[in-house]
């Protein structure tokens, strides 16, 4: 424990949190806090680098010269796919380890090293990259070589982050052991502890390509071989994010919680989806390598289809559940009208309600439907290495995970930071703009590369190529759509950024959340928190009656399933028609 005594309590060095009435500790609550500003930063710098890969992809417009191309991709890259993601999440482990199960962390003193060190790795690969001497990309495969302090600085980073993981799994035996909760553990914190042990397999897997890299960028070995090198750095380059997907799926399940009072239709379903990440998610980074010729098509179709399968699987489980725990949730609190009276009734002036709209749709909607569709291995032929891979990701990191983050930071400023959500009518919209110039950019992206617009190239003129590579003028339209789509989501982050950082070290502090008022800056599921009708237990049961039939008691969600079920037919007998022309059959 700390010596100072943490207002409202009287116990050293804690405070209990006046909405949920949890504990929150001291020291914990500035590990959480120096981690998102950490995760704020790397946002802006990775949004500047955006904005100006937009402009630049944008043919009309084509901003950058090659060489700061690729050097600015390099950036943005880093910057949004790890920096910014991995902080953040640091900033989760703490928070689900420590506030919702009402712990005390594991070696405080050791995690400001950590962090320390994370830190440090990150300014080193910074560096290296601005000044020229890292100009090998996100994913730096040999024979280009780096700097050594940039594969230093990326050792330095995940081994600090690796080490938080430690502490947060040692924090997790520590509340069992002092029995800071009953029951089983909460539904958020297992989703984060599946983000944890995912790590553990991503970061080790970056070790494992990063340290023999290192020693070969300083003489000390003579190769680095490029296939074994791909196969395990995609085990780190794609699996990171799949840290992402699992963390996002746990703040879902909390932001719908503390917004609208969702419940969890079956934790024992939602539970084992979790485990089915754990098992089978990361054999999705895979689809990276369908189109190398050193792999067997044995490994390539197990891979991306039977094993695959069962991640898909997870996250339809969560795809379903989250919006009919949403519309379960309203329904009970007496929105019963209609199949999607619900849906109309919703707090959507609340940015942590829209922003958790807006990631579960075009994370399910756009990302999961291309995913599943680039992943097997015949059609990713037409789609590997054209613009449609980043379209993809793009959906899922950005408009699935960044979405729901930032939705999770309209919570977290007052709860953790104890200040007002400065400029409360901007962070209203700013969802809505991040989220809508995102899905612009991305239809952008993915059609385009359906006419075969590569992935990373300068320029897609060729002007002075001795071959004239000519695209339908359509493409014209697509490449607007991402240009115009990048500065909208631009815009979109940059507002985000505003707002938390004003937020942080100006906004008006938080003494207390006076129940059933509406108060400019504070999200209203903390000022008039979600309960169910005193007749819940009786609306239940009418909504589970089996006079509804196959509606069952969230009628709405499966309208919107099957559109879902009937979009993903439809984008999948697409893509193989296509295969059939590319390949004369038929």
Known sequence: MTAATVEGTGAPGWRTCPVTARRIDARAERLIRVNAVAAVVALLIGAVAALLLALTRWQVVHLLPAEWYYRILGVHGMNMLIFFIIFFEMAVLWFAGTVL???????????????????????????MQWSGKADVLYTS??????????????ILF???????????FATLTIARRERTYTGSMPLVVYGAMTAAI?????LLHGAMVYIPTFLWSVGLIDSVNPQMYRLLWWALGHSAQQINVAAMVAIWYMLGALTVGAVVLNEKVSRWAFVLYILFISMASAHHLLVDPGFGPAWKIV???????????????HGFTVPAGI??????RGFTKGLFGWLRKAPWGDPGFSSLVLSVVVFGFFGGITGVTIGTEQINIIAHNTLRIPGHFHATVVSGTAVAFMGATYYLLPLIFRRKVSFWGLAKIQPYMFAGGLLLLEFGMTFAGSFGVPRRHWDISFTQAAHDVPFSPVVDLFMAMVGIGGIIAATGAFAFILIAVTSVFFGERVTEFPRGKAIAGIPQGLTNPPVHAANADAVNAELHAPARGWAGPTPGTLVLVAVFFLAFMLYYFTNWKLLSFLWKIG
């Open 101 to 127: 199960l009402n712990a005390r962390p594991a070696a405080p003193r050791y995690a400001w090293f950590n962090f320390g060190m994370m830190l440090i790795g990150a300014l080193m690969v910074e560096a």
């Open 141 to 154: 495969y040999p024979p280009l070589k780096a700097h050594p302090l940039f594969y230093l600085g990326i």
């Open 158 to 168: 995940a081994v600090g982050a690796l080490s938080v993981v430690g502490q947060f």
């Open 198 to 202: 995912i790590a553990v397999i991503t």
């Open 303 to 317: 891979n991306t289809s039977y094993f695959m399968y069962m991640a898909v699987l997870a996250s339809m489980i």
């Open 327 to 332: 519309e379960l949730g309203m329904r009970l």
